[in-house]
């Protein structure tokens, strides 16, 4: 298990991603009218993030259409695509820590739906880059083995539950919990993952 | 030489890699000279850049042919070494990659197009062609045209490479600013859908921006297009440091935006300018073992000039005036080959409201070619709009299309199966739309035989694969000659409701008589109302544009580009956030009306407008949400303002599960507190159980349910049903913006209330019934 702790003035997001997910996308540049309240969104995020990625690797072996790793079978399309056959599988959690979620509250009860909003959509970013950074250096760091494509729970068919054996896998290390019944991550700006990793041709070293 | 299936195949199952710059490598290695000499001067040094990226881990690698075209090369002396240059370059290139890709590398000339500058189609067709041929005897695996910045050049490019081989791999990218405009005026969707007509197999963006400016730019292109997709960023905007040119995106910086080109369905991944083997390195890494995602084509119908899209989900008005007949002035000026007149005539339609200009050249046989082909070459650059190129003769229709800078209206074909062939054939190597008449050799009178010719002309075109890029015309007599508009208004329906579009020669009705204009314009109205499409007319007629923008507003289908809208006052306040001033206009209106006044007849109005300028895409969501967040409080203070009294009977509401719409909720729940129900708000987002037992706990007089979005309705439907399976047999009213009275019965409901006081008045004749 590795856990990095990231300052969230290093995590860099896309500034076009960023525009896209504040409901920009449509637009060239960010009305000047509205800029302002993003750079505020944007600081107040700085203060209370606390950006933590953990993750893990397992061998894996697949079998009738079946991955299976630490006593996990995963199948379905999702897999199928991205996950099969891989000799060693990374499990992700990545989260921004509570005090993010206390902020946006704060400004929603304040009836500052537009700054919550913004910090919303903002942390959205700033969770899945952070994974993205770690994810690119694994990458970088195994020159040997071809990583896939992060696949996460609750997209396609690959189950939400997951969420629940993840966050136990990760637990003690970092403060995230699991709704009973909805699996939804607490704190919300927490993502999960899975990568497989292939091992590269011979020739392709 | 591979196969172009066979390049198909490797894109289907992995992404690419492509490889970095090569002049910079060269400068590194103390190379200064123009790239393209060293393939003859020191090819053991482009082999070794070679070498160096597909050490790397590309799978792509490109000559160093850059500029290796005679137009390009003649500019340093060099274009009699043109054919050993090519050669040399693809030898190098070969050598180095083992068993990689090889792709023939062509940049534009660095000539604009006549008007902006003074290069005509035939002389980029020329200049590629004879580059791409000799790469092709070589035995390139692909060739990729880069960096273009307009888009005819492009595309006589592309035809070049073509005419020298069906079956090479062929890319074909252009480059945009970071307002996503290419040089001469072109964005990312005019490209995608101008290029998806012709025989490339991908496209792509390269250089100018660094990777985080290019996403929009990407994904904009990869929504509109089927083709593979190839993109190579620059490592950022150059900086100057020490004089000297510097790129500041290092490998690490770089390769975080991986992940969004992948998510966007690129197939082949490299980098431009400023790119190293190190970055390229990386890129291997990151990029992993990927097979590319799968992307749906958004479907839309439009014709473009090389600065201007036009779609068909408005009425589109076809300027008529650029056509001699009947204008001997005009002819005279065809003649002496004129073509300031033609521009006038185009930029006085356009300013009145033409998105189209239909282009006639009289007789044609008359007319000289190289004019036509220089009409029709720049106008689109001079007056910005597309074209509907309205040439009879097939020869000179061929021209014409091949040197339009974009993807044009072809008018027109008869539904004649050789002739049908032929000229779907053109637009299928040249690009373009077609407008088939319904007519064969003879002129059909009736309805019937005009939709016996549309049955024949579908399944001719079915057979050609080409129902998709055609409108059909009825075909319009003068009434003068037994023209019969009924049965043409009837064609229109009968062709709307099967889902083409359709085109009308407007004029031709009232051929010969007196007052045209009134004529003309009735008729239109009248074909508008069966879902006319577009009309080829003139739109300096005043009256026939004044009595189309009404009759448009009447039939509720939108408005005409270019028409103002008039200022809505309260709307503006509450977009912009002005809450200060909203306070102020309410306490305005408060002197006149009531409360409740006010929210019905003032601002839940105006908020519906803000909902319909949100849904046009003329506001964005935070603007959205700044609105809502602005007039809350005003509701608040609306419903403060009502008197309050507790005592009598429950009344449960709710806004149903996955919606977050409360402030019509809240008012609904503020009046029926103010007519004296004990009111129990569940608030927003709530979950059928807990609307089912509150009711079960408080037996109230009724339930009420908010609902906005087509997607929560179904709601409703969750919640009687449960209430239903619990045996409790309250009352259930309902109310929200996308519901209305049928609805809410089919969902189940027992009453729907439009507003709140016909959510009161229903609970009093409830009290009343009981
Ligand atoms: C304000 C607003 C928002 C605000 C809501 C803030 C809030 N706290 O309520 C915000 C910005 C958050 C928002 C978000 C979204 N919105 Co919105 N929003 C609106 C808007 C512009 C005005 C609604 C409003 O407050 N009107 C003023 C009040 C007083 O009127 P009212 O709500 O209609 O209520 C009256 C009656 O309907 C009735 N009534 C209502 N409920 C009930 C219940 C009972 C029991 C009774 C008897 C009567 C009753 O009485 C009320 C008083 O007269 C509407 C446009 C519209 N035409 O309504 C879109 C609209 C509802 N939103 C829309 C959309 C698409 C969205 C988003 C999906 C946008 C996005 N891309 O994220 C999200 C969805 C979030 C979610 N999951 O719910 C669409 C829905 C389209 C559809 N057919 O599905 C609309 C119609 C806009 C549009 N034309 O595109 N939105």
Same mark, same amino acid.
């Not at chain 2, 196969?3 to 492509?18: G, I, N, P, Y």
């Not at chain 2, 998709?468 to 319009?476: A, C, E, H």
């Not at chain 2, 889902?499 to 031709?508: H, I, V, Y």
């Not at chain 2, 149903?656 to 029926?672: L, P, T």
């Given at each position: 298990m590795s856990k990095v702790e990231l300052d969230p003035r290093e995590i860099e997001i896309p500034k076009n991603v960023l525009k896209a997910r504040l409901g920009f996308g449509r637009v060239r540049e960010i009305p000047p009218a509205f800029e302002k309240y993003v750079r505020e969104a944007y600081e107040e995020l700085l203060e209370v993030a606390t950006p933590v990625v953990l993750w893990e690797d397992f061998e894996a072996k697949s079998e009738g259409g079946k991955i299976s790793f630490d006593g996990l079978e995963l199948s379905g399309k999702l897999v199928e695509a991205h996950l099969l056959g891989s000799k060693l599988v990374t499990v992700f959690l990545a989260t921004l820590g509570e005090g993010v979620d206390e902020k946006i509250e704060e400004h929603f009860a304040r009836g500052e739906d537009l700054m919550g909003f913004f910090l919303d959509g903002i942390a959205s970013e700033m969770v899945e880059y952070a994974l993205r950074r770690v994810d690119a250096t694994l990458r970088i760091q195994r020159p040997h083995l071809l990583g896939g494509f992060k696949v996460s729970p609750g997209y396609v068919d690959l189950p939400l539950e997951l969420n629940e054996r993840i966050v136990k896998m990760f637990e003690g290390q970092v403060d995230v919990r699991v709704v009973q019944g909805s699996y939804v991550l607490v704190p919300r700006k927490t993502i999960t993952a899975f990568l497989g990793w292939r091992e590269r041709d011979a020739k392709e070293i | 030489?591979?196969?172009?299936?066979?390049?198909?195949?490797?894109?289907?199952?992995?992404?690419?890699?492509?490889?970095?710059?090569?002049?910079?490598?060269?400068?590194?290695?103390?190379?200064?000279?123009?790239?393209?000499?060293?393939?003859?001067?020191?090819?053991?040094?482009?082999?070794?850049?070679?070498?160096?990226?597909?050490?790397? =881990?590309? @799978?792509?690698?490109?000559?160093?042919?850059?500029?290796?075209?005679?137009?390009?090369?003649?500019?340093?002396?060099?274009?009699?070494?043109?054919?050993?240059?090519?050669?040399?370059?693809?030898?190098?290139?070969?050598?180095?990659?083992?068993?990689?890709?090889?792709?023939? @590398?062509?940049?534009?000339? =660095?000539?604009?197009?006549?008007?902006?500058?003074?290069?005509?189609?035939?002389?980029?067709?020329?200049?590629?062609?004879?580059?791409?041929?000799?790469?092709?005897?070589?035995?390139?695996?692909?060739?990729?045209?880069?960096?273009?910045?307009?888009?005819?050049?492009?595309?006589?490019?592309?035809?070049?490479?073509?005419?020298?081989?069906?079956?090479?791999?062929?890319?074909?990218?252009?480059?945009?600013?970071?307002?996503?405009?290419? !040089?001469?005026?072109?964005?990312?969707?005019?490209?995608?859908?101008?290029?998806? /007509? !012709?025989?490339?197999?991908?496209?792509?963006?390269?250089?100018?921006?660094?990777?985080?400016?290019m996403v929009p730019i990407f994904q904009e292109l990869s929504q509109h297009t089927e083709k593979f997709l190839v993109v190579e960023p620059n490592a950022g905007r150059p900086i100057v440091v020490d004089g000297k040119t510097v790129y500041p995106l290092t490998p690490e910086m770089f390769s975080v935006h991986i992940d969004t080109f992948y998510e966007s369905g690129v197939n082949v991944f490299g980098g431009c300018c400023g790119t190293t083997p190190e970055h390229i390195r990386l890129f291997r890494k990151v990029m992993g073992e990927r097979r590319p995602l799968k992307r749906k084509r958004r479907k839309l119908f439009a014709v473009t000039s090389p600065s201007k899209i036009v779609r068909f989900d408005h009425f589109v008005v076809i300027g008529e005036r650029i056509n001699p007949s009947g204008r001997k002035k005009l002819w005279e000026k065809m003649l002496e080959k004129d073509e300031k007149v033609i521009v006038e005539e185009g930029k006085q339609q356009v300013e009145r409201g033409a998105e189209v200009l239909d282009v006639n050249f009289g007789i044609e046989s008359m007319v000289d070619t190289g004019y036509v082909k220089r009409v029709v070459q720049s106008l689109p650059y001079v007056v910005g709009v597309p074209l509907s190129l309205d040439v009879q003769d097939l020869r000179l229709a061929e021209e014409a299309l091949r040197v339009y800078p974009g993807r044009p209206l072809f008018n027109s074909s008869k539904v004649e199966e050789k002739e049908l062939e032929q000229k779907v054939g053109l637009l299928k190597r040249y690009g373009g739309v077609l407008v088939v008449l319904?007519?064969?050799? /003879?002129?059909?009178?009736?309805?019937?035989?005009?939709?016996?010719?549309?049955?024949?002309?579908?399944?001719?075109?079915?057979?050609?694969?080409?129902?998709?890029?055609?409108?059909? @015309?009825?075909?319009? !007599?003068?009434?003068?000659?037994?023209?019969?508009?009924?049965?043409?208004?009837?064609?229109?329906?009968?062709?709307?409701?099967? =889902?083409?579009?359709?085109?009308?020669?407007?004029?031709?009705?009232?051929?010969?008589?007196?007052?045209?204009?009134?004529?003309?314009?009735?008729?239109?109205?009248?074909?508008?109302?069966? =879902?006319?499409?577009?009309?080829?007319?003139?739109?300096l007629d005043e009256i026939l544009m004044n009595t189309l923008r009404s009759a448009l507003v009447l039939l509720g289908r939108g408005e005409l580009p270019r028409v103002e809208v008039k200022g809505d006052e309260i709307v503006e306040v509450i977009v912009s956030g002005n809450e200060e001033k909203l306070k102020k206009i309410v306490e305005d209106l408060l002197k006149e009306k009531d409360p409740l006044s006010v929210v019905e007849e003032v601002l839940r109005p105006a908020m519906e407008r803000v909902g319909k300028m949100y849904d046009e895409?003329?506001?964005?969501?935070?603007?959205?949400?700044?609105?809502?967040?602005?007039?809350?409080?005003?509701?608040?203070?609306?419903?403060?303002?009502?008197?309050?009294?507790?005592?009598?009977?429950?009344?449960?509401?709710?806004?149903?599960?996955?919606?977050?719409?409360?402030?019509?909720?809240?008012?609904?729940?503020?009046?029926?507190?103010?007519?004296?129900?004990?009111?129990?708000?569940?608030?927003?987002?709530?979950?059928?159980?807990?609307?089912?037992?509150?009711?079960?706990?408080?037996?109230?007089?009724?339930?009420?349910?908010?609902?906005?979005?087509?997607?929560?309705?179904?709601?409703?439907?969750?919640?009687?049903?449960?209430?239903?399976?619990?045996?409790?047999?309250v009352p259930v009213i309902v109310g929200g913006a996308s519901l209305n009275e049928k609805l809410a019965e089919e969902l189940g409901a027992d009453f729907y209330a439009k507003n709140a006081s016909e959510a009161v008045r229903i609970l009093k004749e409830l009290k009343g019934g009981k």
């Open positions: - | 030489m591979r196969k172009r299936s066979d390049v198909a195949r490797m894109l289907e199952e992995r992404v690419l890699l492509l490889d970095g710059a090569y002049g910079t490598e060269f400068m590194k290695r103390g190379y200064e000279e123009v790239p393209e000499l060293l393939n003859l001067k020191a090819p053991n040094v482009v082999y070794e850049v070679h070498r160096s990226y597909v050490e790397s =881990g590309a @799978d792509v690698i490109l000559t160093n042919t850059f500029g290796a075209t005679p137009m390009k090369l003649k500019k340093h002396g060099l274009d009699v070494d043109l054919e050993r240059i090519v050669r040399s370059a693809v030898q190098m290139a070969r050598k180095a990659a083992d068993d990689r890709l090889v792709f023939g @590398d062509l940049g534009p000339t =660095g000539e604009l197009p006549y008007p902006l500058g003074t290069a005509t189609f035939d002389d980029y067709y020329e200049n590629f062609k004879e580059t791409a041929r000799i790469m092709v005897e070589e035995g390139v695996d692909g060739i990729i045209l880069e960096t273009f910045s307009d888009l005819l050049e492009l595309k006589a490019a592309v035809l070049a490479v073509r005419d020298v081989s069906k079956d090479v791999f062929l890319v074909a990218q252009m480059t945009f600013d970071e307002k996503g405009r290419s !040089l001469t005026g072109t964005d990312p969707l005019t490209f995608a859908v101008t290029f998806e /007509d !012709l025989d490339v197999d991908a496209l792509g963006i390269n250089c100018s921006l660094g990777p985080d400016e319904l007519m064969g050799k /003879d002129v059909p009178k009736t309805f019937e035989e005009r939709k016996e010719y549309l049955e024949r002309a579908l399944n001719i075109l079915k057979t050609l694969g080409f129902e998709d890029r055609v409108i059909f @015309d009825p075909g319009v !007599l003068p009434l003068g000659a037994d023209g019969r508009p009924l049965e043409v208004l009837k064609t229109v329906r009968h062709i709307s409701e099967k =889902g083409f579009l359709t085109t009308l020669g407007l004029s031709n009705l009232s051929f010969g008589l007196p007052n045209r204009t009134y004529l003309n314009s009735a008729f239109l109205v009248l074909a508008l109302n069966e =879902g006319l499409s577009s009309a080829i007319a003139n739109p895409g003329k506001i964005f969501l935070p603007q959205l949400i700044l609105a809502a967040q602005t007039v809350k409080p005003i509701f608040d203070r609306l419903s403060d303002l009502l008197p309050k009294s507790e005592t009598g009977e429950a009344f449960v509401i709710a806004t149903v599960k996955g919606d977050v719409h409360d402030i019509g909720k809240n008012i609904v729940a503020s009046v029926i507190r103010s007519n004296g129900y004990r009111v129990v708000d569940l608030g927003k987002d709530v979950d059928t159980s807990v609307i089912v037992e509150t009711v079960e706990k408080e037996k109230p007089i009724a339930l009420g349910l908010s609902a906005m979005m087509t997607t929560t309705v179904v709601r409703i439907r969750e919640v009687v049903d449960e209430l239903r399976r619990r045996n409790l047999t």
